[in-house]
């Protein structure tokens, strides 16, 4: 009897380290390309340490900082609000502006909004939403989103708008601000750069 | 009868046989280098195929077509042969919603890539196309040159090699001076490739473009950061083509595709297939996706959509 388990024992060892040495072939193997060169011949070249290493790992990425923007586009020298606003009484009372403020023509469904709709009264140097939450400027794609909702859930993935950077690393975007001006949304036509030149005249 | 046919052997006789081997040897003889020719010359005539070259003489390439261009252009050009990354398959989506065709890709890939100013190649052609009948290929035009871009009643289509999975012109070269690389991009050995076109024919988007003289780009304007694939500057008589950026897009970050970048209107989006999480993805899975010329079966990697 305990010669039957010894042999159990062995052979169960047996299997262990076989299975030990299959694995590390198999992983020195990986390590390794094989192709076939024009003439049938077998070609085995060892990969490069590097190329192992690149590797893109989507498990375990570094968490992405979230909607890094650039600064918002103020026209020079506007900002800060408060500098001219400070001390102002706010006047609530829905009017065209005839003082300053004359070269901003609001063409956003001006009949349902005016300033004081987003731009917060109490302080000129934030945004307000529509929940009476006060936010700056620089996240102002929450504005935005609040009627734009499924361009607003596009942007944040990247398919709505421009994202630079990196496409495996952080990204940078870009305020709905950079592209649509807030009072006048509808993106402008550009001139655009010249045609490619038509192939030369041949012999016929 | 049998006497008239037997050869004179005083005479010299010239069989046609003989005098094709002949013309053929000589012709040979003309296009080795001439034992003048620099050592550089004589290596690249004897250089193996990319993906023969050993891990030693790798680096040696490199470094002697780095200074190579770096004389030929009188500043320092580097020359790399990145690997593609494990667990990377890109793919490029275009949002014909947004497409205005201002043309700003194709000239933002041209300096980027090196691209022949004179004679003019351009690997991406924005073709302007009808709105009312959709995309019909037969109402494409592409010199079209309006004061304001976009037009009314048009839209825009930006073609450039479409990466296919299932490549016609990889099949094609009867040299394998092109192949498919593991991240899915196609690239071409300038120095292998025999410029016989038989790729160019193949490729039903016209994304492959002929160096027919010697590519000129300003000293000032070339692009020092090459790769051997990709953009380092094209000899006389071969195939080039889009290998989305492929010196900018394999580095660890890796950035965008300089088309990528320039796009006034985000159009343009790039990512990586096998990346649950990436923009392309996204697009694939909740946009309406478009391939051009599915039916040919080619497999595009080059997702057109509509984003709204």
Redesign the interface.
């Known amino acids: 009897m305990k010669r039957i388990i010894i042999l159990l024992k062995l052979s169960v060892l047996g299997i262990v380290s076989a299975g030990l040495l299959g694995l590390l072939t198999v992983s020195s193997e990986a390590a390794r390309e094989k ?1 076939f ?2 003439s049938g011949r077998l ?1 085995v ?2 990969k ?1 340490a ?3 290493l ?5 498990k375990n990425r570094p968490p992405e900082k979230s909607f890094p923007v650039p600064p918002p586009p103020f026209t020079e020298g506007i900002f800060p609000c408060s500098d001219c606003h400070e001390g102002m009484e706010p006047n609530l009372q829905r009017r065209t502006l005839e003082d300053m403020h004359t070269d901003i023509l609001l063409n956003h469904a001006e009949g349902q909004r005016w300033c004081l709709d987003c731009h917060n009264p109490e302080d000129r140097d934030t945004l307000r939403l529509v929940s009476g939450e006060v936010i700056p400027f620089s996240e102002s794609y929450r504005l935005c989103g609040q009627c734009h909702g ?2 607003y859930r ?1 942007w944040r ?14 990204k940078e975007y ?1 305020l709905c601000a950079h ?1 649509h001006n807030p009072h006048d949304p509808r ?1 402008k ?10 192939p030369a005249r041949g012999p016929h | 009868m049998s006497e008239k046919k037997k050869c004179d052997p005083r005479v010299f006789q010239l069989s046609r046989r003989k005098a094709l081997k002949g013309l053929a040897a000589g012709v040979g003889v003309l296009a080795i280098p001439s034992p003048k020719a620099s050592a550089s010359v004589w290596e690249s005539f004897f250089q193996k195929h990319f993906k023969e070259l050993s891990k030693e003489d790798l680096p040696k390439v490199l470094a002697r077509m780095e200074e190579q261009y770096s004389r030929e252009y009188g500043r320092p050009v580097t020359v790399k042969a990145t690997p593609h990354i494990e667990g990377v398959k890109f793919g490029y989506g275009l949002d014909l919603s947004r497409c205005v065709g201002c043309r700003r890709c194709v000239y933002a890939c041209v300096s980027e890539n090196n691209q022949s100013r004179e004679p003019q190649i351009h690997w991406i052609r924005v073709v302007r196309l009808n709105k009312e009948k959709g995309i019909d290929l037969s109402e494409a035009e592409h010199y079209y040159n309006p004061r304001e871009v976009p037009e009314k009643g048009h839209f825009y289509l930006p073609v450039q090699c479409q990466q296919c999975e299932n490549a016609p012109c990889t099949k094609v070269c009867p040299v394998q001076a092109t192949w498919r690389e593991n991240d899915g991009i196609i690239v071409v050995d300038y120095n292998w490739c025999i410029g016989c076109r038989y790729c160019m024919a193949a490729c039903p988007y016209g994304a492959r473009h002929f160096n027919w003289r010697k590519s000129r780009i300003p000293t000032d304007e070339l692009n020092p950061d090459t790769h051997y694939l990709g953009n380092r500057p094209r000899p006389v008589g071969v195939v080039e083509k889009c290998t989305f950026c492929i010196q900018k897009t394999r580095e660890m970050p890796g950035r965008y595709p300089a088309c990528e970048e320039i796009c006034p209107v985000g159009a343009r989006k790039f990512g990586n297939l096998l990346d649950p999480e990436s923009e392309i993805r996204y697009l694939i899975e909740n946009k309406r996706v478009f391939l051009l010329k599915e039916d040919l079966n080619t497999q595009p990697k080059f997702f057109y959509f509509y984003g709204s």
């Open positions: 192709y060169d024009r070609i070249i060892d490069p590097a190329d192992l690149r590797t893109y790992d989507t499924d361009k596009d993935k990247g398919i709505h708008g421009k994202r630079t950077g990196f496409w495996n690393g952080d870009l592209c993106f036509p550009i001139h655009p750069m010249p045609p490619p030149e038509r």
